[in-house]
Nanobody, 120 residues
Framework: QVQLVESGGGLVQPGGSLRLSCTAS????????MSWYRQAPGKERELVAT???????DYADSVKGRFTISRDNAKNTAYLQMSSLIPEDTAIYYC??????????????WGQGTQVTVSS
């Protein structure tokens, strides 16, 4: 019913920037929270940032001051602006949305992920 598609990943040098996008489509009634997670090889998937429908944000300590999450409700899109990237940021980044479909089905939806690689 609801699909999430991420884009914007790629290879950047340390200190560089990337902006990830996550667009939700389908039979959407409402989206409450949108989040970005990441998972590096051999590590657990971790929550990077969350933004609520009211615009409240929260960040993992490791990215505070460097990443900014935002959303455009008219476009059902969340963004993750990533700056001052370091090799430890290398991971697959996944978008997650808590959404309610037009059939009143509430679920946590996941995108397929986009690879971010920070390397010189």
């Amino acid at each position: 019913q609801v699909q999430l598609v991420e884009s914007g990943g790629g290879l950047v040098q340390p200190g560089g920037s990337l902006r990830l996008s996550c667009t939700a489509s389908g039979s959407i009634f409402s989206i409450k929270n949108m989040s970005w997670y990441r998972q590096a090889p051999g590590k657990e998937r971790e929550l990077v940032a969350t933004i609520t429908s009211a615009g409240s944000t929260d960040y993992a300590d490791s990215v505070k001051g460097r990443f900014t999450i935002s959303r455009d409700n008219a476009k059902n899109t969340a963004y993750l602006q990533m700056s001052s990237l370091i090799p430890e940021d290398t991971a697959i980044y996944y978008c997650n949305a808590k959404a309610v479909s037009v059939l009143y089905i509430s679920n946590n939806y996941w995108g397929q992920g986009t690879q971010v690689t920070v390397s010189s």
